[in-house]
């Protein structure tokens, strides 16, 4: 059996973040190769994984990021199972890597197929299951482009959201900033009326029809009094027609226009649960 030194646990422990006897042990099992004691403490991670398979990771950190040029964001959510773990320095930190990694990539997918350390994000994800002892995934992620993206992370890494200006002008990182503080405080369900849907559309115009009904307006009234209150759900749902949450004198469309000809073209927000 091959003698196992202080400093080489020490390294397997560097390399993966497992405990120092579940270092010791893989390396003892493995005899010494450390290759295959990472696979070792990899297949106890998939074990922890699969026990945890039904377990809801509704806690962890939500993270933004944006490239160097700011013409691109990422927002991703790393869950976990419990606020402990998801305010852990270690696991923050993590998400942030993650985050940095996906900046370079267009889909969920994509994410977790690329190299992250010498293996995909996905097994790094089953890793770290082991390591940590909690389940762990990527429960969001969201990418915009524009000519200039903006970010916000709530506090305690709650929420964290995206915003594209159809300009990069002086200004622009405040506003950007400020639009997106907005779009994680108020949650908006698209950007304008043309991004509402559908079927929304007419759930409210029903739904507006039928209080209306109890109120005893005549039914040869309901669907322009219904028509005026689906603006005012347009008001209050669609980001450039809210009301600005720092000065209630201007809509957020007409706050990106203290810029100039500038306007919002993309959000994203994820959240923790």
Do not use: W
């Not at 099992?29 to 809801?56: S, Y």
């Not at 002008?169 to 849907?197: R, S, Y």
């Amino acid at each position: 059996m091959a003698k196992i030194t202080a400093a080489e646990v020490n390294k397997l422990r560097k390399a993966t973040g497992a405990g120092m006897m579940d270092c010791k042990k893989a390396l003892v099992e493995a005899d010494g190769d450390f290759d295959k004691a990472i696979e070792i403490l990899r297949k106890k991670g998939q074990k922890v994984a699969a026990k945890r398979a039904d377990r809801e990771s509704t806690e962890g950190a939500a993270i933004a990021k944006v490239n160097d040029a700011k013409t691109v964001g990422v927002s991703i959510v790393l869950g976990c199972e419990t606020d402990f773990v998801g305010k852990n320095e270690n696991f923050v930190n993590l998400a942030n890597q993650f985050a940095e990694t996906a900046l370079n990539y267009n889909s969920k997918e994509e994410f977790l197929a690329a190299d992250f350390g010498g293996m995909p994000v996905a097994d790094k994800l089953i890793e770290q299951t082991g390591v940590i002892g909690e389940k762990l995934e990527i429960k969001a992620f969201e990418k915009i482009e524009a000519p200039f993206v903006g970010s916000y992370i709530h506090a305690g890494n709650k929420i964290a959201t995206l915003v594209g200006l159809s300009d990069a002008v002086e200004g622009a990182d405040v506003v950007a900033k400020d639009v997106a503080m907005q779009v994680a405080a108020m949650n908006p369900i698209a950007l304008d009326e043309n991004g509402v849907d559908q079927a929304t559309i007419e759930k409210e115009i029903e739904i507006a029809k039928d209080q209306l009904r109890q109120e005893g307006k005549p039914e040869a009234m309901l669907d322009n009094i219904a028509k005026g209150k689906l603006k005012r759900f347009f008001k209050d749902n669609t980001l450039v027609n809210q009301i600005f949450i720092k000065d209630s004198k201007l809509n957020v469309a007409q706050y990106v226009k203290t810029l100039g000809d500038v306007t919002v073209t993309d959000f994203k927000r994820v959240a923790l649960g």
